[in-house]
């Protein structure tokens, strides 16, 4: 089933290239990141909802967290700190 994950902290085609390059090598298709809208969605394939959990893991590492995610100030700064080096990782790759 597709599923659409309202994500935080993607700003450009960097991001959005870090995301669907990293969930692909983590054996997810059909992945997409929608840059036209505020929040921007990132739209998976998901077959149960391990691979739910894995998605959202995933995406937090890299930084991009859902924007349902309860965060604190500092978890807050941590993680746009790691997706601005993932947005800039996705703009060289």
Do not use: H, W
Not at 13 to 30: D, V
Not at 31 to 43: A, G, I, N, Q, Y
Not at 51 to 71: C, F, K, M, W
Not at 75 to 88: M, R
């Amino acid at each position: 089933m597709k599923k659409a994950f309202e994500v935080a902290n993607v700003r450009c085609g960097g991001c959005a290239n870090t995301i669907t390059t990293s969930l692909q090598k983590s054996g997810f298709e059909k992945v997409s990141v929608d840059l036209s809208c505020e929040p921007r969605k990132v739209t998976v394939e998901i077959a149960d909802e391990a691979q739910l959990a894995q998605v959202q893991a995933i995406l937090r590492s890299l930084g991009y967290p859902l924007t349902t995610d309860e965060r604190g100030f500092s978890e807050d700064t941590i993680l746009k700190a790691k997706s601005f080096v993932s947005c800039a990782l996705g703009k060289i790759n």
